[in-house]
Nanobody
Framework: QVHVVESGGGLVQPGGSLRLSCTTSISIYAMGWYRQAPGKQRELVATIAGSSSPVYADSVKGRFTISRDNGEHTVYLQMNSLKPEDTAVYYC?????????WGQGTQVTVSA
């Protein structure tokens, strides 16, 4: 059983920053962040796999940065210049060869 646990969400004002963390119970090659706003489908935010360049959604390019620790158990999402439209539940995704695992999600609210 692979455990995926997110942390770091919260309430922040527009223009502010937050850093999300996701820790897994085993080393994972490919991990990513997705988000789901009320009434909308879950969408990709950013992914990272091995030594490949990260992939970002157009809406967060230049503002968000995904990174991971050398042990590959933890992935981070640094979110800067946050906008109200970034408000959503953010989910961490851990992808193995034959299965995909999700965390429980962490709420990010951007509001004045």
């Amino acid at each position: 059983q692979v455990h995926v646990v997110e942390s770091g969400g919260g309430l922040v004002q527009p223009g502010g920053s937050l850093r999300l963390s996701c820790t897994t119970s085993i080393s994972i090659y490919a991990m990513g962040w997705y988000r789901q706003a009320p009434g909308k489908q879950r969408e990709l935010v950013a992914t990272i796999a091995g030594s490949s360049s990260p992939v970002y959604a157009d809406s967060v390019k230049g503002r968000f940065t995904i990174s991971r620790d050398n042990g590959e158990h933890t992935v981070y999402l640094q979110m800067n210049s946050l906008k109200p439209e970034d408000t959503a539940v953010y989910y961490c995704n851990a992808k193995l060869a034959l299965s995909t695992h999700w965390g429980q999600g962490t709420q990010v609210t951007v509001s004045a």
